[in-house]
């Protein structure tokens, strides 16, 4: 026998061998559980990407509320500050105002006092002029009663 039909018999021995062991099977089956096991994967990733992208649009949906929220917070802020710019104005003006009377008040007040200091003043320097006067030129009885009624009568209508 030759090289090639010794080739021939092993080869068949060695199919034989493959047939006899279930190679075939055994490798069939092998590789259907990997293509399983693949799919498997594939069915969890697929699922993951799923909720992944449903926590995503989750995510972008808060941040959303959150900006929304944020900017009605910042624009309810805007409002209140400008009340209460408003507010601290009107107080501002009501202040001015009421300091402004009193002051006015005061300043009359402090007027009618210098006037009346003033006709006080020029009453006493009249009476004492006029005393001096008549006391030079009247004298007597009749000049200290002429002087008494004159200085009651320029009192009463100072008065």
């Given amino acids: 026998m030759d090289a090639s039909a010794w080739a021939l018999v092993g080869l068949v021995i060695f199919l034989g061998l493959i047939a006899y062991f ?3 099977a055994t490798i069939g ?3 259907d559980k990997r293509a399983d096991t693949i799919r498997k994967e594939l069915e969890d990733a697929r699922r993951l990407r799923e909720e992944a992208q449903a926590l995503l649009a989750d995510y972008q ?3 959303q509320e959150a ?3 944020a900017e009605g917070i910042v624009a309810e802020a805007k409002r ?5 710019t408003l507010e601290a104005n009107t107080a501002l003006e009501e202040m001015i105002s009421r300091r402004t ?3 006015e008040r005061k300043i009359a007040q402090a007027e009618s006092q210098a006037i009346a200091e003033v006709r006080g003043r020029a009453a006493d320097i009249a009476i004492a002029a006029a005393e001096t006067i008549l006391s030079k030129k009247v004298s007597g009885a009749v000049g200290d009663d002429l002087l ?3 200085i009651e009568e ?4 100072l008065n």
């Fill in 22 to 24: 279930k190679i075939p």
């Fill in 29 to 31: 089956a092998s590789l």
């Fill in 61 to 63: 949906r808060r941040r």
């Fill in 67 to 69: 900006v929304s929220e």
């Fill in 80 to 84: 209140e500050a400008d009340r209460l």
């Fill in 101 to 103: 009377s009193a002051a």
């Fill in 148 to 150: 008494a009624k004159s």
């Fill in 154 to 157: 320029v009192k009463s209508r």
